[in-house]
């Protein structure tokens, strides 16, 4: 079965610093990968997906993550923090052999920012 | 191009009272997928529909909870005779017929029960 784990559940970085959120996942197969962003009491926003392809993936304001097969990892980078960063992150992942419909979320990191 | 819809956004219920949550899917996506967030949890599936058809409700609790997703308007999750442990926030999510992975999520519906 599918899992993924969220190393930290909160982080708390000064602004202008390096923000690394830790996520690994277990899957018999590499899966889909997603990182999503939620704000308080709203929805949840996608930052980004891996699906096939270049392993390091592009998303929104100004987030990347890395797919490292070997590590069975997904962590999500942003060189430098900023307060309208603070939310909740989550971490996910889907199955393949099923398209995907079924998406495994994390626990969550919630992310503080210090000016 | 609108987004995925839920109404309503909060809403509180005494126990036993019945819980009517309505999903309206984006413009085009013909799937609905429903998830709960506990407090201090992240989101766990409960179903997986398209019109008129229930394709996976592994995640959805035996008894009380239904959904339904009819060939004319909203998605419905409903939960009868709710409990305190009910309360959580409600997701709907949707996505076009040919990308399942490709979900995108309503603001939720923040269910208190009383």
């Known amino acids: 079965a599918q899992s993924v784990t969220q190393l930290g559940s909160h982080v708390s970085v000064s602004e202008g610093a390096l923000v690394l959120l830790r996520c690994n996942y277990s899957?018999?197969?590499?899966?889909?990968l997603f990182w999503y962003v939620q704000y308080p009491n709203q929805g949840l926003q996608l930052l980004l997906k891996?699906?096939?392809?270049?392993?390091l993936v592009k998303g929104i304001n100004g987030f990347e993550a890395e797919f490292k097969k070997s590590e069975t990892s997904f962590h999500l980078t942003k060189p430098s923090a900023h307060m309208s960063d603070a939310a909740e992150y989550f971490c996910?992942?889907?199955?393949?052999?099923?398209?995907?419909?079924?998406?495994?979320f994390g626990a969550g990191t919630r992310l503080f920012v210090k000016a | 191009n609108a987004g995925v819809m839920q109404n309503p956004r909060h809403l509180v219920r005494r126990r036993g009272q019945e819980a009517r949550l309505r999903c309206s899917p984006m413009?085009?996506?013909?799937?609905v997928y429903w998830y709960r967030q506990l407090p201090e949890e992240g989101l766990k599936f409960m179903v997986y529909?398209?019109?008129?058809?229930?394709?996976?409700e592994s995640g959805m609790p035996k008894e009380r909870f239904s959904a339904e997703f009819p060939k004319e308007g909203p998605s419905i999750l409903r939960i009868q005779q709710v409990v305190r442990g009910d309360s959580a926030a409600y997701f709907c999510?949707?996505?076009?017929?040919?990308?399942?992975?490709?979900?995108?999520f309503g603001p939720g519906t923040r269910l208190t029960v009383l």
């Open positions: 999510a949707s996505s076009p017929a040919g990308a399942k992975n490709e979900q995108f």
């Open positions: 899957s018999s197969v590499p899966p889909y």
């Open positions: 891996y699906t096939t392809g270049a392993t």
């Open positions: 996910a992942v889907s199955d393949r052999d099923t398209g995907g419909f079924k998406t495994i």
């Open positions: 413009k085009g996506h013909s799937h």
């Open positions: 529909l398209q019109k008129e058809n229930i394709i996976d």
